[in-house]
């Protein structure tokens, strides 16, 4: 990524999470992320990457890698599950918001005002994908007037900040096996489209009915939701 | 198939004891509520004497809750947010308009009360009984709609939580009035009947409570497997104690037996000391289904430890027990108060209103004098 795209994010990332065309985005994208399992290593760079982008404080994760055993002594595996927030197309999240905080904009990427949001946690109560958490703050989040807010939600962006200026989002481009795929749904040439339509793909929860907007390839749906586990 | 959690992130508890006592403040207030409108809208003129003391405790008590909803808030400046952009799907958004309208026509409903206007006392009493349970069922949603939780999600929840709230509140005013007669005798005496019969109004609640629990249970036995594991957090797993013991035992079945025998169910001890245990039955329960939900982890293995280290209450076990004291130690100072100061109270508002309102006191001239 060039210094001028990166200007660019700076210019156009508003200090108002409220301004108007920030909690739009644009109306004829769907933005979507493949996450083809067969090539992720459990290499956590997604991870790590995240947590520079974002400003995110220890002890929480936007994106964070699962790791699950499965099986005895010979025949066991290590099964990894790159987490991060599903973007639903019906996220229980804004439902729950008291202020509306939490919204979607018509790309398909939840975000959360941090001017706004209260910190009454309904959301976090709401999601059930353990997606969100309390930023105890002080965090910019790319903020070119530095205002530092603290102690709100806060949760995967799809790296909005990025993605309206071009660029991909963090974990996407750290990911060394190309295991991530970000891009738009509804371009039916977008790499996104190609994986999600030639390839069997998992949803985590998929019954819940929050359509999530990030599709697996190969992934063991026994371990994707709460794991049930026993100890050897 | 063996699983074993090699590496994940753990989420711990979003609310805790805070948001338990929510509901529980909530719940006596709007129990209390509602036994103050015996009188008023159902015309059971014997319960009169305690019309009084139950909608003081009633306002008392939600400002507790307001109180507690507030301190667990992180931004509790931008609560004006729930004003200028409500949402029409959050529960939470409705809790606080429905709180509002409740707040104001229960210190309406208070004023008609202590100006002895029976007619309009009437009135508002018929407007507040559905809010005032409005208010509990919401809380019940606030709780029941969430997916994610499988403790929580469950067509019952608002039910049993109206249920649970008007088994409590009755309860606290037994206990109150109980106390109020035990150590301060000289003030107006409370005719014991009443105290029973209130009483046996305890008792229909109390089963009726146990026949939700029992629902509930025994349709997440039978349920999908991950409801059966939430389910067994009650009967066998850490909560089992307090499910088993405190809320069936304690807070229901000895109350129960206490109420119900013709011997200790007619003394001011017996009643005082079952509806104690039945409020602290409640707690309980407001306890497991709270922090009970929010033990059930949604992505990772086992269960998530009650603890306040990981997780997102944002106060240590120690700072919520200190803030909770203080809540309810407003609570017992704003109660003695008011039940001391209302009256000079309502007379400086019937100065400020003038005439309207002494017009109308004066057409039914203190009836309510006993
Ligand atoms: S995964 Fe959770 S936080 Fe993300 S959109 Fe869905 S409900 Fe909201
Ligand atoms: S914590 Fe913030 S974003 Fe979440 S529901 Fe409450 S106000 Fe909305």
């Not at chain 1, 108007?20 to 996450?35: C, L, N, Q």
């Not at chain 2, 499910?243 to 169910?265: A, C, D, E, N, R």
Request: proline share 5%.
């Amino acid at each position: 990524m060039g210094k001028k795209k990166l200007d660019r994010i700076n210019e156009n990332w508003g200090p108002k999470y409220s301004r108007p065309e920030f909690r739009h985005g644009e109306p004829d994208k769907k933005y979507a992320m493949v996450i083809d399992l067969r090539k992720c290593v459990g290499c956590h760079a997604c991870s790590i990457a995240c947590k520079q982008e974002n400003e995110v404080p220890l002890k929480h994760y936007r994106s964070w890698v699962k790791k699950i055993e499965k099986g005895t002594y010979p025949n066991v595996k290590t099964f990894n599950l790159p987490r991060l927030c599903n973007q639903c197309d019906r996220p229980p999240c804004v439902l729950a918001c008291p202020v509306r905080a939490s919204f979607k904009r018509e790309d398909g990427i939840t975000l959360v005002d941090f001017n706004r949001c209260m910190g009454c946690k309904a959301c976090i109560a709401a999601c059930p994908y353990n997606a969100r958490f309390m930023n105890e703050g002080p965090y910019t989040n790319h903020d070119p007037e530095h205002t530092e807010y603290k102690d709100t939600a806060d949760k995967c962006s799809f790296c909005a900040h990025r993605v309206d200026n071009g660029a991909l989002p963090a974990c996407v481009l750290s990911c060394m096996t190309k295991a991530r795929v970000f891009g738009d749904m509804n371009d039916p040439n977008s790499e996104v489209s190609k994986l999600i339509h030639l390839y069997p793909t998992q949803l985590i929860k998929a019954g819940l009915g929050t359509e999530p907007k990030v599709f697996y390839i190969d992934a063991d749906t026994s371990i994707m939701g709460r794991v049930q586990e026993e100890k050897r | 198939m063996v699983f074993q959690e090699v590496y994940n992130v753990q989420h711990g508890l979003i609310w805790g004891l805070l948001i338990t006592s929510f509901p529980f403040f909530t719940g006596l207030s709007a129990g209390s509520f509602t036994l103050s409108t015996l009188a008023y809208v159902f015309d059971k003129k014997e319960y009169k004497v305690i019309s009084k003391n139950a909608v003081l405790m009633a306002i008392v008590l939600l400002l507790m809750a307001n109180m507690t909803l507030l301190a667990d808030t992180t931004q509790p400046t931008r609560i004006y947010n729930t004003f200028l952009y409500p949402n029409i799907a959050s529960m939470f958004s409705w809790a606080t308009f429905i709180i509002s309208a409740y707040l104001l026509c229960s210190l309406i409903y208070a004023y008609y009360i202590f100006t002895g206007n029976d007619k309009f006392a009437k009135i508002m009493g018929i407007i507040c009984i559905p809010v005032a349970l409005g208010v509990h069922a919401d809380t019940g949603f606030v709780f029941g709609l969430n997916k994610g939780m499988v403790l929580w999600h469950t067509a019952l929840m608002p039910v049993l939580f109206l249920v649970s709230a008007l088994t409590s509140g009755i309860a606290l005013l037994i206990v109150v009035v109980v106390i109020k007669e035990k150590f301060f005798p000289d003030e107006k005496k409370v005719d014991p009947e009443i105290i029973y019969s209130i009483g046996n109004l305890l008792i229909f609640f109390l089963v009726l409570e146990f026949f939700l629990d029992i629902v509930d249970i025994t349709t997440m036995l039978y349920s999908a497997a991950e409801e059966y594991e939430a389910i067994m957090l009650w009967l066998s797993g850490p909560l089992s104690f307090s499910f088993i013991w405190i809320q069936i035992v304690i807070g229901g079945i000895i109350p129960l037996l206490i109420l119900s025998h013709p011997k200790t169910g007619r003394t001011y001890f017996g009643q005082g000391l079952a509806a104690a245990l039945v409020v602290i039955g409640t707690f309980a329960m407001r306890f497991n289904v709270i922090v009970g939900g929010q033990m059930i982890p949604k992505s990772e293995a086992g269960l998530v430890p009650y603890t306040h280290e990981i997780g997102y209450i944002g106060y240590t076990l120690i700072e919520e027990i200190m803030l909770l004291s203080g809540i309810i130690l407003f609570g017992i100072v704003a109660y003695i108060l008011a039940l001391k100061y209302t009256p000079k109270i309502v007379t400086l508002v019937d100065g400020i209103i003038g005439k309207n309102a002494n017009d109308s006191s004066t057409e039914v001239p203190f009836e309510l004098e006993e």
